[in-house]
């Protein structure tokens, strides 16, 4: 047996075997929100995906009978979840193949780039910095991680071709894998598309300068065949049951409302420590300190440092002036691996680079993976904690809604989601969670509400905080008060006959 073909079968032992591998203990070990590890630890979020995805595996369309204001591609992976297991535990076995096909996705693209070490590397990296900000795991980012790989990767080969060889022109089948991906984050959460959307703007000005019409031209056409690729069969499944209206609002009138209307505080303002924007933000903040090791190494910036920096500087102004969710980054990781890449084939090369190159680059490189790992370490120190504060709130819910009958019909108004997955009950009301707050960062939505409300009689209602809900007088004018909690203040009410 030949050392090449030794080779070639390690590498098959490492992708079928070891990253399946990785795959499980990434998701056993910190998907606190489905992981059979965990028990009871229902967090927000992703309980209302799971809610509106059993709804829809039950027969009951999204946005018509159970709404949130996301696209359609995350209630969907928890249908799928909930077809494999019909629980929480489903979606726990999605995951896992999903980022099984994250891992697949990356090893496949950086193979054709660089050595079967340097690929590991790479993947374990990417692996530990997904962890920091997996919050739980079932997040809107996950399910279009691996579209996001190849995007960036497509981004990454033209920059380098335009740095050595000055090729300009940029391939149309690249473009089509942007229209995807564009597609399914405007069919999830559209933020997801930042990097994408700045990748686009650096791409189309290159060949606007330089005045490739032809080539501008078809990767607009390629773009749009991926779009739609992705939209059209959504499109049409929603249109057909006469709820794309709602669906669109839903995915992008309410959300284009809610960025208007709501007002967004700097990251040091929310209580989170500004270290954190390091372990958080890692993915695009490694771009500058390789711009810097460069600049201070060659003297002089190259092609490919100014359109990464164009790319992620942009992200990183938004991010910092946003709410600064860690999740909301799982969609830009991909852009790690080009810095790592970058400084990894740099400082290891022993031709032509200069010692003092390599030794600064060492260090820029170093100073990333210390980072992860620093985030890494945090994150298993705190992550068990995360959403205890709410526990007592959830168990006092829970204890209440188990006074409906098993037979009787129920919604929760301004209650915590997971009393639905307590209970095993699906909500009588399409508005069935967090309305107050969806109505105060969307005043279009008060009057759904409030019709929903006015139409759908389910026959017990448990509410918070009812002195200020926006459908009180509707609740007191039909219901009558089964009990009352005044320490969590919550109410069971049941309909009058």
Not at 30 to 35: G, I, L, N, T, V
Not at 88 to 108: D, P, S
Request: aromatic content about 16%; some cysteine; charged content about 15%.
């Amino acid at each position: 047996m030949t050392l090449q073909s030794l080779r070639k079968s390690a590498e098959y032992i490492i992708v079928l075997l070891l990253l399946p591998v990785l795959a499980f203990l990434v998701q056993f070990l910190f998907a606190r929100w489905s992981s059979p590890l965990y028990s009871d630890n229902f967090d927000f979020d992703q309980s209302i995906f799971y809610v509106i995805g059993r709804a829809w595996h039950d027969g009951h369309l999204p946005y018509l009978t159970a709404w949130d204001s996301k696209g359609p591609i995350i209630f969907l992976a928890n249908m799928l979840g909930y077809c494999i297991e019909p629980n929480i535990r489903g979606v726990f076995w999605l995951q896992c193949i999903n980022f099984l096909l994250v891992l697949w996705a990356a090893w496949l693209c950086l193979r054709r780039v660089t050595t079967v070490a340097k690929t590991m590397v790479c993947v374990l990296l990417f692996s530990a910095a997904y962890i920091i900000i997996s919050s739980g795991g079932n997040q809107v980012g996950d399910y279009t991680l691996a579209l996001s790989v190849f995007t960036v990767f497509c981004t990454y080969r033209w920059s380098v071709a335009l740095q050595q060889g000055g090729v300009v022109s940029h391939p149309a089948r690249y473009a089509f894998f942007y229209g995807l991906f564009f597609a399914a984050c405007l069919l999830s959460r559209l933020t997801n598309a930042m990097v994408l959307s700045t990748s686009i703007m650096v791409i189309v000005l290159v060949l606007v300068w330089h005045r490739r019409w032809q080539n501008l031209l078809n990767n607009a056409i390629a773009f749009l065949l991926g779009f739609a690729c992705c939209f059209l069969p959504f499109a049409l499944y929603f249109y057909s049951n006469d709820v794309f209206a709602e669906m669109w609002y839903a995915m992008f009138s309410y959300n284009l409302e809610y960025a208007l209307h709501s007002h967004p505080v700097a990251f040091e303002q929310i209580g989170v420590p500004v270290v954190y924007m390091l372990f958080y933000f890692i993915c695009l903040l490694a771009v500058p300190i390789w711009v810097l090791a460069e600049i201070v190494v060659e003297r002089k910036g190259k092609v490919i440092l100014w359109v990464w920096l164009a790319i992620t500087l942009p992200v990183l102004v938004w991010l910092s002036k946003s709410y600064a969710n860690a999740n909301y980054v799982i969609s830009y990781l991909p852009v790690l691996f080009v810095p790592v890449l970058q400084l990894m084939d740099k400082a290891m090369n022993n031709g032509a680079e200069k010692e003092i190159g390599r030794t600064i680059r060492r260090w820029a490189l170093a100073s990333i993976v210390l980072i992860v790992i620093g985030g890494f370490a945090n994150y298993v120190r705190v992550f068990r904690s995360y959403g205890q504060e709410g526990l007592p709130l959830q168990e006092a819910q829970r204890q209440m809604a188990a006074l409906i009958p098993n037979n009787a019909t129920m919604v929760a108004y301004n209650c915590m989601p997971s009393v639905y997955i307590y209970n095993q009950k699906l909500p009588a009301c399409r508005f069935f969670v967090c309305q107050d707050w969806a109505i105060e960062n969307g005043a279009s939505l008060r009057e759904k509400v409030r019709n929903d409300y006015e139409e759908t009689m389910a026959e017990w209602v448990m509410v918070s905080d009812i002195d200020h809900c926006a459908v009180r007088d509707i609740l007191m004018h039909r219901y009558r008060i089964v009990k009352v909690d005044k320490v969590n203040d919550l109410m069971l009410m049941k309909r009058l006959k």
